[in-house]
């Protein structure tokens, strides 16, 4: 499917969380297929940057890097399908409708559609799956690419113990037949996001009121715990089978890597992000940073300080 005639188009009205993005940010709608729009906010002059949020989160995990980030980039932030206020279609038999491809290839098409071909990645947890995905599969779009908090998903599924299911309960919990999980969830969408995101290392002191805010209303949105189910389904069959496609298939990622986690988090207790990453990609660097999971709220400036060198390498 090609991106080239794709276009965007500016989002009119005020947004419940505009008070966390500077005035000069926009909002776009891009459709990706018939019936299929994706969010995204735009903001700051320079070389694009495309920065993908995680669960059970929207493009408001970047406000606090947003600043610095744009001062040197064009950056382009995207609510990925099934996510925020891009759209939610129900998912087809084998999940590949909210596969990683199918996920990244929308992501190609919004960079396309707002004049982008090439570009670098900064992504998170769900996103930073994506970005996987993206390199792999769209190699001359990705200039470099640095992933936050996870170990590539064969790997970590491979891996499974008893540390890690309990960890990430949710993994499990999301990947079970509808509508089990989505009656679950849609009954209290609150409860669950902030219980997901409370137990965690920081609790939920980390986060702005005005994001966690964003991330309640959000999930509480017609189709978004659908959407979120047949993102992990997808993880959990069709995308595996594509990872073990490349892996088979020797193929690794050429583009520059770089991989942060939390030094408090669950990847890095029961994983080793740099050792998993070299087995497929073959430039590859990173290490810890100081905080949990959710790096862009929980440790903006550490982030920004490991990460835009990188970024910014050869512009």
């Not at 113990?161 to 509808?178: D, G, N």
């Not at 073990?244 to 890095?268: E, H, I, N």
């Not at 992000?273 to 087995?279: I, V």
């Not at 999971?293 to 970024?311: K, N």
């Amino acid at each position: 499917m090609s991106t080239s005639s794709f276009t965007a188009e500016i989002a009119a009205g005020p947004h419940p969380a505009d008070a966390l993005f500077p005035p000069t940010a926009r909002r776009w709608f891009v459709e990706v297929e018939p019936g299929v729009r994706i969010h995204a906010r735009t903001c700051g002059e320079g070389p694009p940057l495309l920065l993908i949020h995680g669960h059970p989160q929207t493009l408001a995990i970047w406000h606090r890097v947003l600043p610095a980030l744009a001062a040197r980039f064009t950056v382009v932030m995207p609510d990925l399908r099934g996510y925020g206020d891009s759209s939610k279609p129900a998912g087809e038999a084998d999940h590949g409708n909210y596969s990683k491809r199918r996920m990244a290839l929308d992501l190609v098409a919004v960079m396309s559609a707002l004049g982008h071909g090439r570009f670098r990645v900064l992504a998170h947890d769900r996103g930073a799956r994506v970005a996987h995905r993206m390199a792999a599969d769209h190699p001359g779009a990705v200039d470099r690419l640095a992933l936050l908090d996870i170990a590539p998903t064969l790997a970590m599924y491979e891996q499974t113990t008893e540390a890690f299911a309990r960890a990430y309960w949710h993994w499990f919990f999301l990947i079970q037949p509808a509508p089990m999980p989505e009656r679950l969830i849609e009954a209290d969408p609150t409860a669950y996001a902030l219980d997901v995101m409370g137990r965690r290392h920081a609790g939920l002191s980390a986060f702005d009121p005005r994001a966690l805010a964003e991330y309640q209303r959000a999930l509480a949105l017609p189709g978004a715990a659908h959407g979120m189910c047949e993102d992990y389904r997808a993880a959990a069959g069709i995308d595996l089978t594509h990872d073990r496609a490349d892996r088979d298939a020797g193929r690794k990622l050429a583009m520059p890597l770089r991989v942060y986690w939390g030094a408090q988090g669950v990847v890095a207790k029961c994983f080793d992000p740099l050792k998993e990453w070299r087995r497929v990609a073959s430039d590859v660097d990173g290490g810890p940073l100081p905080c949990g999971h959710y790096i862009p709220e929980e440790a903006p400036d550490a982030l920004l300080a490991a990460a835009m060198p990188f970024l910014s390498e050869g512009l």
